[in-house]
């Protein structure tokens, strides 16, 4: 099938938005979401899309919290878009002093950046701003002056936020555009329902839902559960190549 029946999407050409949230767990699940936030980069990495972290919420003890960014290129989102869902690994893990086997769950979320024509009517009293201190990198300036900005969508519970400009003009401009992106898929996946509805806000990231589980011990497998495709090189997809997983989904869906 070609690359064109595959991307056939009217957002497909887009960049793509991607957040990454840890389930629970704690160090376990964080650090968990920060190896799938590396997966996504070295697969831009290999794709030459730009990428661009719009927040970084980093753990207490390793890992991260949270994450968005934004891959840049054509066909971005098209690629990603079959990436949202929640995504389960098993290992030893790093964090146990007696090494026992543990399970962790993050969800990864992609929304198309919207195009400057493309009108997303807010209403200002919808949303609630707060403003704090970065956090993440960026040199120390960012830390000096609370910048960095968070605005929740009060009727759609959507929350986002943006901490890398040293500018709270800069960040309150990115973190809306984020917003408008987020809310064109909402609307999108409620008239379509051709995704998973909100899996964000209805259901748990825990067992049972996730689309794909990556499996370091006791064997070597990653599995995509929605068409069934299993892969041995557990380390090889961790380190960028998600094109089979990817192409398999889309090929799937077409």
Not at 86 to 113: G, K, M, Q
Request: proline share 3%.
């Amino acid at each position: 099938m070609t690359l064109a029946r595959m991307l056939s999407g009217k957002d497909d050409e887009k960049n793509a938005i991607v957040s990454i949230n840890p389930g629970a767990g704690g160090t376990e699940a964080q650090d968990w979401a920060e190896m799938l936030f590396r997966m996504y980069l070295r697969w831009a990495e290999r794709k030459n899309y730009k990428t661009t972290v719009v927040d970084f919420q980093p753990g207490e003890e390793a890992g991260i919290k949270s994450v968005t960014f934004i891959a840049s290129g054509l066909y971005a989102y098209g690629y990603l878009k079959g990436e949202t869902g929640i995504h389960r690994l098993v290992r030893l893990s790093p964090f146990d002093t007696n090494r026992r086997r543990h399970t962790s769950f993050a969800s990864v979320s992609v929304s198309p950046e919207l195009n400057e024509e493309v009108v997303i009517d807010i209403d200002e009293k919808d949303l609630r701003i707060d403003t704090f201190r970065s956090s993440g990198a960026g040199g120390q300036h960012v830390n000096k002056t609370s910048s960095a900005i968070r605005i929740t969508h009060l009727p759609t519970g959507i929350v986002v936020q943006c901490q890398q400009e040293s500018s709270q003009h800069r960040n309150k401009a990115i973190a809306m555009k984020v917003l408008k992106s987020r809310l064109y898929e909402h609307e999108e996946e409620k008239r379509a329902q051709a995704r998973q509805a909100d899996y964000h806000e209805k259901e748990e990231i825990t067992w049972g839902s996730q689309i794909r589980s990556y499996t370091m011990q006791p064997y070597q497998m990653v599995k995509d559960h929605r068409i069934d495709l299993e892969i041995g090189n557990v380390n090889d997809v961790l380190d960028g190549n998600l094109d089979p997983l990817i192409e398999g989904v889309l090929l799937a869906k077409a």
